[in-house]
Structure formats: C-alpha cells, structure tokens
C-alpha cells in the first residue's frame, strides 16, 4: 500500500518570496511521484513528475521538484511566488508511470500575499 | 475539445434521487479513472477502466455507486439512492500508456 502526507495543509507567504511544499511518501514497491496545482473550481493540473533519471525535476510556472530516495521525499519549490499560485497543491504517487491510480495527499493550500 | 470533459459541472438533487455523472475522456485515451474529492477525506480514487474493462473496483463506497465505460471512451457514474455524505465533486481522469493522468473539471454534486 502506499500513502502520501502533505506536512503543511495551509501555507502563507508573501509575493516574490521563496516556497517550499513538503511532500512525503510511504511505498513498499518503487513509486512514481507528482504534483498536481487545483484553481478554485477547476480540475488538476500536472506541474511535474518524476518517473526516472535526474532526481530534480522542473515542472510548468517556474516550479521544480527534487526526489530524494532516502528521505522518501519530492519537496515541491519555488524561488519566487506570484499572486497567480495561489491555488491547492496535490502531491500524488502511483506504481507505475500512468494506467493505476494515483494515491494523493491531503493538499497544501498556498496563499500569496501582496 | 482537447481536454477531458465532464458534465454536468454542477447538479443539485434531493436525498434519494438517482444520478448519472458523465466523462469524456481525451480521444485515444485508454485509461480512464474516476475519483471522488470531499471536504473530509481529500481526493478518494473510486473506479478505473482499462478500455472498457474495470480492473479496479476497490474505491466504490457502496453498491449504490457503479459506473461503465462503452466504446472505450465515454463513461457514466451512477449514484442510486443519494445519500447526504454522497455530496463531493466527482472527478474524472484519462491517460494514455505511460503518461500522467489528466483531469476534467469535475462535476459539483450536492445532495439536499
């Protein structure tokens, strides 16, 4: 079984801060990680993933996520925020790279101030 | 269109009513899933279709849900009976192969 814990539900900072969202795993099997933004009444939307290769990966709207294998770990970041990521973020797993389901995270939700 | 579709994006119904949630899934896709997200329990997965097969049954909550897929495109969810708790907005996915799933706008559902 797998599980996914977002540490923060409600992140807070401020426009042209630096954010980090944390994201850990729990996977008997290896494990193939992503991350999902949610606008109010819209769908997901991938940022990025990681399926295999380098452990830092860069997604769509600046943000980049690293995957660390001992600390079972995919840290979703951003150097500079601006209003527009003011959303929910998802960080999800699954077995293989596509056709199982994804196991999700509670969700952070990040709030820029201006 | 070139995204997956959902419809209805909201619908209202009283407690006991049945109800049809509809997914077009992005042409080509094999895979598609339904998940369910709620205020309490965060984004649940509910059901999964390889082509038109479901081989993945395990999120259904009940046997008042059931969903089917024909053609290898189009799926419905079905809700028998609603239930107060069976408010969330329902989610569908599609991928193709090795790719990320992809998701629709979700159909809103409330129950009074």
């Known amino acids: 079984a797998q599980s996914v814990t977002q540490l923060d539900s409600q992140v807070p900072v401020f426009e042209e801060a630096p954010v980090e969202l944390r994201c850990n795993y729990s996977?008997?099997?290896?494990?193939?990680l992503f991350w999902y933004v949610q606008y109010p009444n819209q769908g997901l939307q991938l940022l990025l993933k990681?399926?295999?290769?380098?452990?830092l990966v860069k997604g769509i709207n600046g943000f980049e996520a690293e995957f660390n294998k001992s600390q079972t770990s995919f840290h979703l970041r951003k150097p500079s925020v601006h209003i527009s990521d003011t959303a929910e973020y998802f960080c999800?797993?699954?077995?293989?790279?596509?056709?199982?389901?994804?196991?999700f995270g509670k969700g952070t939700r990040l709030s820029v101030i201006a | 269109g070139a995204g997956v579709s959902q419809s209805p994006s909201n619908k209202v119904t009283e407690k006991g009513k049945d109800v049809e949630l509809r997914c077009d899934p992005i042409?080509?896709?094999?895979?598609l899933y339904w998940y369910r997200q709620s205020l309490g329990q965060g984004l649940e997965f509910l059901i999964y279709?390889?082509?038109?097969?479901?081989?993945?049954k395990s999120g259904l909550p009940s046997d008042r849900f059931s969903a089917e897929r024909t053609g290898g495109s189009v799926s419905t969810l079905t809700i028998q009976r609603t239930q107060q708790e069976d408010s969330a907005v329902y989610l569908c996915?599609?991928?193709?192969?090795?790719?990320?799933?992809?998701f629709g706008d979700g159909t809103r559902l409330s129950i009074l």
């Open positions: 996915a599609s991928s193709d192969r090795d790719q990320p799933q992809h």
């Open positions: 996977s008997s099997v290896s494990v193939y």
């Open positions: 990681y399926l295999s290769g380098s452990t």
């Open positions: 999800a797993v699954s077995s293989f790279s596509g056709n199982t389901p994804l196991v």
């Open positions: 042409s080509g896709h094999t895979a």
């Open positions: 279709f390889q082509g038109n097969s479901a081989p993945d």
